[in-house]
């Protein structure tokens, strides 16, 4: 599974238990099998682009929120997460570049 598939999966977990709702009233209200949303989140079917908007107009978030970050995480969680990986590649950056002047 590739990582914007993993994102999509937890995304779209996310949001629909944050409104929620079972995958079976997700699955009605998607108007698709009550099989396919379980297969979607256990990564053995994608969902077609149309049933991907059917999804986000349920959930009533824009269909790019399900590929976009971890929507679990809080903004503040993400916003320490960026720090620290440009912190360290500023350190790496400056170790790389004061030890070839030396």
Do not use: W
């Amino acid at each position: 599974m590739n990582s914007y598939q993993s994102i999509f999966i937890e995304n779209l977990k996310y949001y629909r238990n944050k409104k929620g709702i079972s995958q079976a009233k997700f699955a009605e209200a998607c108007d698709c099998g009550t099989g396919t949303i379980g297969s979607i989140e256990a990564a053995r079917q994608f969902p077609s682009f149309d049933l991907l908007f059917r999804m986000a107009d349920v959930l009533e978030i824009h269909p790019a929120d399900l590929f976009l970050r971890d929507a679990s995480k809080s903004d503040e969680e993400i916003k320490k997460h960026i720090e620290n990986i440009l912190a360290e590649g500023l350190k790496n950056l400056l170790e790389t570049e004061f030890s070839t002047h030396r």
